[in-house]
């Protein structure tokens, strides 16, 4: 039996600091979704939720707070919250619903309002929340971006111009994307010369956060084809593994890594697109375009590796050889990355998905990656959240 | 024993000793040998143990950098920023007995410049903060003295 769903509509609202209520992003792109799809809301099934945690009880209960924005119809519900990977768990609920039978079609939406500056804890004497205990260090979001960055500058020989050769690939497609919160291009001097965050990342390496909504209707494939919709897009593979013991990375928000004494120590990282590629029966080799996690420029490099598009070390060359650029072998980042969005966070890792469907349908403009047929998305949530997505035609 | 460090309290409290030279506070399984920073007290981690007897140890106080930056930017509560906010380094250490790395602040006067991923480091503690109580000491990471 196939594990296969179609991807019938996608939608967004725009990437900004707009300072309004996140239910009205959510719903614009719920709309903008159905539209896209040819589907009425009357006929959504399933309405599955990416929660937001900053947003009041509203936002804990996402998937009833936006089927009660667009209209009580009836809809099962569902909420899903995994920090940024919170889409992809959202959109691996439905699709479950969706190949179990109990519906053929489902929206699946996230978004966000966020506040200005750096994300913090709930405040207080809390030692026994990680979270809480780094920033009590000082050690910020950026921190854990940096310590990456400059691992691979003394390891692997990235220079401060590799990182901000990504930062520059991004924002030129970002011109491009009507969603993006940043549609301009960067001069070298410009990202250089921004202000230095942690040390080598400068502020135009590190992702802002946003505000912003994105959504999808998926459909089992006999809905797609009744609807004549039998090409659209599928996804052939969702990944939400959580870390193996002993995890060895230093990973937001840990103050330690666990000790590989007693169990070898395993990369998260690098098994969260593997079971992706496993259940789609696809390799990196199959891949027309990537969207990976961009936190920081840097981090684009680690991703390269962490979804086999290279062996570790190798990404610096695969940067610089041009591959990752639209118009190379294998585009990353095409919808211009988290660079040009800014991480709305429950939105984020649909926002992947959403590009991947324009992409593969041939409607994403100048961005588009020609003959695109495979994608994935990649992406990881606080506190053991894989994500990582892979859509086909 | 070391000889016990400047009067002061700590930061966190129990997660480490405060001495001249001190060692972070960590727990060790008693049926499968893993170590915990922060302390597992409650049962073990390890998917193949099901442990529940810990015994509190001394980490290792010298280890690795597994790799540095620092903090340019004054980070939000809970951390007390001096004013005016002044920058510091961070470094990753990799214990080597342990197999574990822990992030730190680095120690005051050491220069990102000097640090080098593989460095050895040492543990000391210095003041996080200042209130009225007095100072509030946490661990930092400083390069041992033939580490250059």
Same mark, same amino acid.
């Given at each position: 039996?196939?594990?296969?769903?179609?991807?019938?509509?996608?939608?967004?609202?725009?990437?900004?600091?707009?300072?309004?209520?996140?239910?009205?992003?959510?719903?614009?792109?719920?709309?903008?979704?159905?539209?896209?799809?040819?589907?009425?809301?009357?006929?959504?099934?399933?309405?599955?939720?990416?929660?937001?945690?900053?947003?009041?009880?509203?936002?804990?209960?996402?998937?009833?707070?936006?089927?009660?924005?667009?209209?009580?119809?009836?809809?099962?519900?569902?909420?899903?919250?995994?920090?940024?990977?919170?889409?992809?768990?959202?959109?691996?609920?439905?699709?479950?619903?969706?190949?179990?039978?109990?519906?053929?079609?489902?929206?699946?939406?996230?978004?966000?309002?966020?506040?200005?500056?750096?994300?913090?804890?709930?405040?207080?004497?809390?030692?026994?929340?990680?979270?809480?205990?780094?920033?009590?260090?000082?050690?910020?979001?950026?921190?854990?971006?940096?310590?990456?960055?400059?691992?691979?500058?003394?390891?692997?020989?990235?220079?401060?111009?590799?990182?901000?050769?990504?930062?520059?690939?991004?924002?030129?497609?970002?011109?491009?994307?009507?969603?993006?919160?940043?549609?301009?291009?960067?001069?070298?001097?410009?990202?250089?010369?921004?202000?230095?965050?942690?040390?080598?990342?400068?502020?135009?390496?590190?992702?802002?956060?946003?505000?912003?909504?994105? /959504? =999808?209707?998926?459909?089992?494939?006999?809905?797609?084809?009744? %609807? *004549?919709? &039998? @090409? +659209?897009?599928?996804? $052939? #593979?969702?990944?939400?593994?959580?870390?193996?013991?002993?995890?060895?990375?230093?990973?937001?928000?840990?103050?330690?890594?666990?000790?590989?004494?007693?169990?070898?120590?395993?990369?998260?990282?690098?098994?969260?697109?593997?079971?992706?590629?496993?259940?789609?029966?696809?390799?990196?080799?199959?891949?027309?375009?990537?969207?990976?996690?961009?936190?920081?420029?840097?981090?684009?490099?680690?991703?390269?590796?962490?979804?086999?598009?290279?062996?570790?070390?190798?990404?610096?060359?695969?940067?610089?050889?041009?591959?990752?650029?639209?118009?190379?072998?294998?585009?990353?980042?095409?919808?211009?990355?988290?660079?040009?969005?800014?991480?709305?966070?429950?939105?984020? /890792? =649909?926002?992947?998905?959403?590009?991947?469907?324009?992409?593969? %349908? *041939?409607? &994403? @403009? +100048?961005?588009?990656? $020609? #003959?695109?047929?495979?994608?994935?998305?990649?992406?990881?949530?606080?506190?053991?959240?894989?994500?990582?997505?892979?859509?086909?035609? | 024993?070391?000889?016990?460090?400047?009067?002061?309290?700590?930061?966190?409290?129990?997660?480490?000793?405060?001495?001249?030279?001190?060692?972070?506070?960590?727990?060790?399984?008693?049926?499968?040998?893993?170590?915990?920073?922060?302390?597992?007290?409650?049962?073990?981690?390890?998917?193949?143990?099901?442990?529940?007897?810990?015994?509190?140890?001394?980490?290792?106080?010298?280890?690795?950098?597994?790799?540095?930056?620092?903090?340019?930017?004054?980070?939000?509560?809970?951390?007390?920023?001096?004013?005016?906010?002044?920058?510091?380094?961070?470094?990753?250490?990799?214990?080597?007995?342990?197999?574990?790395?822990?992030?730190?602040?680095?120690?005051?006067?050491?220069?990102?410049?000097?640090?080098?991923?593989?460095?050895?480091?040492?543990?000391?503690?210095?003041?996080?903060?200042?209130?009225?109580?007095?100072?509030?000491?946490?661990?930092?990471?400083?390069?041992?003295?033939?580490?250059?």
């Amino acid at each position: 039996m196939s594990r296969e769903v179609a991807i019938l509509g996608v939608g967004m609202h725009p990437w900004g600091k707009w300072g309004r209520n996140f239910v009205e992003y959510g719903v614009h792109a719920a709309r903008a979704a159905l539209r896209d799809a040819g589907v009425t809301w009357q006929e959504v099934q399933y309405v599955s939720g990416a929660a937001t945690m900053r947003c009041g009880y509203p936002g804990y209960v996402a998937g009833a707070t936006f089927a009660q924005a667009l209209g009580w119809q009836g809809a099962q519900i569902n909420t899903s919250y995994a920090a940024c990977a919170s889409g992809s768990q959202a959109l691996a609920a439905a699709r479950e619903r969706i190949l179990s039978g109990a519906c053929e079609v489902a929206l699946v939406v996230g978004a966000d309002t966020t506040p200005k500056g750096f994300l913090a804890p709930q405040p207080g004497y809390r030692p026994e929340d990680p979270d809480w205990v780094r920033f009590h260090l000082g050690i910020t979001n950026p921190t854990y971006f940096a310590l990456y960055a400059r691992r691979r500058m003394d390891l692997y020989g990235a220079t401060l111009e590799d990182f901000t050769a990504v930062k520059i690939k991004n924002a030129a497609q970002g011109v491009h994307n009507p969603n993006a919160r940043y549609r301009r291009a960067f001069t070298r001097e410009e990202v250089n010369k921004s202000a230095m965050v942690a040390d080598p990342l400068r502020l135009l390496h590190v992702c802002a956060t946003s505000d912003g909504g994105a /959504a =999808l209707i998926i459909s089992s494939l006999e809905f797609a084809r009744r %609807r *004549g919709a &039998a @090409g +659209a897009p599928r996804i $052939a #593979g969702i990944s939400t593994v959580t870390p193996r013991f002993a995890s060895a990375e230093v990973e937001m928000p840990d103050i330690a890594t666990d000790s590989a004494v007693a169990a070898a120590g395993h990369s998260f990282r690098a098994s969260i697109a593997a079971r992706a590629y496993e259940e789609a029966g696809l390799g990196p080799e199959d891949l027309s375009l990537a969207e990976v996690y961009d936190l920081a420029s840097s981090m684009e490099l680690d991703w390269y590796e962490y979804i086999g598009l290279c062996k570790t070390g190798d990404a610096e060359a695969l940067l610089r050889s041009g591959a990752t650029t639209v118009g190379g072998r294998i585009p990353v980042n095409a919808s211009g990355g988290l660079a040009c969005f800014g991480e709305a966070v429950p939105a984020q /890792a =649909l926002a992947q998905v959403c590009e991947l469907a324009w992409q593969l %349908r *041939g409607q &994403a @403009g +100048a961005r588009q990656v $020609a #003959g695109a047929k495979v994608g994935i998305t990649a992406n990881q949530g606080l506190f053991g959240h894989g994500s990582s997505v892979i859509v086909k035609r | 024993m070391s000889a016990p460090a400047p009067a002061g309290l700590a930061a966190i409290e129990g997660w480490y000793t405060l001495e001249e030279k001190p060692h972070l506070l960590g727990t060790r399984c008693s049926a499968c040998g893993t170590c915990y920073f922060p302390k597992q007290t409650m049962f073990c981690r390890n998917p193949q143990c099901e442990g529940t007897q810990f015994e509190e140890v001394r980490l290792s106080r010298t280890g690795r950098i597994w790799s540095y930056t620092d903090a340019c930017y004054e980070p939000p509560a809970p951390y007390v920023a001096a004013k005016p906010f002044i920058p510091f380094v961070i470094a990753a250490v990799e214990l080597a007995a342990e197999k574990m790395i822990v992030l730190g602040q680095v120690a005051r006067g050491v220069e990102l410049a000097q640090l080098r991923v593989g460095m050895a480091v040492e543990l000391v503690l210095e003041p996080l903060y200042t209130d009225e109580r007095g100072e509030h000491l946490v661990w930092k990471w400083r390069p041992l003295k033939d580490a250059a």
